[in-house]
C-alpha cells in the first residue's frame, strides 16, 4: 500500500490550506482513508476520516467546522480542506488507511511519509 500525501507548507493563523494524499495498491474494496496529526510533544490523534463505502466522514471534535475531507469518486485521492487555522494545528499530517473504520481511529494499519504544516505570523 502506498499513501503520497502533499499539500503542506507555512500558513499564517486564519488562512487555508489544502492537504491531499493519492493511495495506491491496496487489495481491498472497503476501507477507511483519512488524517492523523502529530503535534510536538503529544500522540498522533486522528483528525478525519472518510469511508470508501458510503462516503461518510468522522471528525476529530476540535477541528469540526474548520476542516473538511473530501474525496474523488472512486476513493483512492482524499481532500483535507483545512481553514481557520490555528497555531495548534502546527504538526506533521498523516495520510493513513485501515480496511476498518473502527480500527482507523485507534491505529491505522497503513501510514503515508506525512507532511508538515506550520500555522505561524
Known amino acids: 500500500v502506498q499513501l503520497v500525501e502533499s499539500g503542506g507548507g507555512l500558513v499564517q493563523p486564519g488562512g487555508s490550506l489544502r492537504l491531499s494524499c493519492t493511495a495506491s495498491g491496496f487489495p481491498f474494496d472497503v476501507y477507511t482513508i483519512g488524517w492523523f496529526r502529530q503535534v510536538p510533544g503529544k500522540e498522533r490523534e486522528g483528525i478525519a476520516c472518510?469511508?470508501?463505502?458510503?462516503?461518510?466522514?468522522g471528525y476529530l471534535d476540535s477541528v469540526k467546522g474548520r476542516f473538511t475531507i473530501s474525496s474523488d469518486n472512486d476513493k483512492t485521492t482524499v481532500y483535507l480542506q483545512m481553514n481557520s487555522l490555528k497555531p495548534e494545528d502546527t504538526g506533521v499530517y498523516f495520510c493513513?488507511?485501515?480496511?476498518?473504520?473502527?480500527?482507523?481511529?485507534?491505529?491505522?494499519?497503513?501510514w503515508g511519509q506525512g507532511t508538515q504544516v506550520t500555522v505561524s505570523s
Open positions: 493513513a488507511l485501515d480496511p476498518d473504520r473502527g480500527s482507523w481511529w485507534i491505529y491505522p494499519w497503513h
Open positions: 472518510i469511508s470508501s463505502s458510503d462516503g461518510r466522514p
